[in-house]
């Protein structure tokens, strides 16, 4: 079965960086598949942040794609995420996610496997 | 920006049909996904390419697709259906950006 778990600081002070990782067992990321970042305000909708394949390449939302860095380390098969200049309103419930992507003709990009979540607040 | 739109909520009585939808232009290119969330829980799949249901999810969750809207029918709505529902697709301008719809509340009255 695969199971994610994201980790990182809870609480991030406004302008620094929001960092997180997400920890991957059941499956190897080297394997395949594309690996997500969601997010979700509280009470608010959800959020794609960006992507990653176990090659490293890499496409974000370009909303946001000014300030994060997505990354892969296949030997501890986690993946990351960074989110620098956080304010307020990137506090949110950050959920990491197995995506399902492919191009071409008949084209799939879903996500089938989720972390639990964890909230990040941004406050001084 | 792509967008995707749902209608802000659903009530439905127990045993009764849900249907919710999910607008978008590139939907006609693009294949739609549902996913069901309840309080402070991560979504769960329930639609993929559409139509199809991933296994472990009941049959009474079925998608369909109809030029720009797509649909998520819930028949037989049981209490446990309660939840907010996302639709997902992508923009078909080649970058493949991820999108999601705004989300809808089902309620089970």
């Known amino acids: 079965q695969v199971q994610l778990q994201e980790s990182g600081p809870g609480l991030v002070k406004p302008s620094e960086t929001l960092s997180l990782t997400c920890a991957v067992s059941?499956?190897?990321?080297?394997?395949?598949?594309?690996w997500g970042w969601i997010r979700q305000p509280p009470g608010k909708g959800l959020e794609w942040i960006g992507s990653i394949y176990h090659s490293g390449s890499t496409y974000y939302n370009p909303s946001l794609k000014s300030r994060v860095t997505i990354s892969v380390d296949t030997s501890k098969n986690q993946f990351s995420l960074k989110l620098s200049s956080v304010t307020a309103a990137d506090t949110a419930v950050y959920y990491c996610a197995r995506q399902d992507r492919a191009t071409g003709p008949a084209p799939i990009c879903y996500f089938d496997y989720w972390g639990q979540g964890t909230l990040v607040t941004v406050s001084s | 920006s792509y967008e995707l739109t749902q209608p802000p909520s659903v009530s439905v009585s127990p045993g009764q049909t849900a249907r919710i939808t999910c607008s978008g232009d590139?939907?006609?290119?693009?294949?739609a996904y549902w996913y069901q969330q309840k309080p402070g829980q991560a979504p769960v799949l329930v639609i993929y390419?559409?139509?199809e249901r991933p296994s472990g999810i009941p049959e009474r969750f079925s998608g369909s697709s109809s030029g720009t809207t797509v649909t998520l029918t819930i028949s037989g709505v049981q209490a446990e259906d309660e939840a907010d529902y996302y639709c997902?697709?992508?923009?078909?301008?080649?970058?493949?950006?991820?999108?999601f719809g705004g989300g809808t509340k089902l309620t089970v009255l």
């Open positions: 590139a939907l006609p290119k693009q294949y």
């Open positions: 997902q697709s992508a923009d078909s301008s080649g970058t493949y950006e991820v999108v």
């Open positions: 059941g499956y190897s990321i080297s394997s395949g598949y594309y």
């Open positions: 390419k559409d139509s």
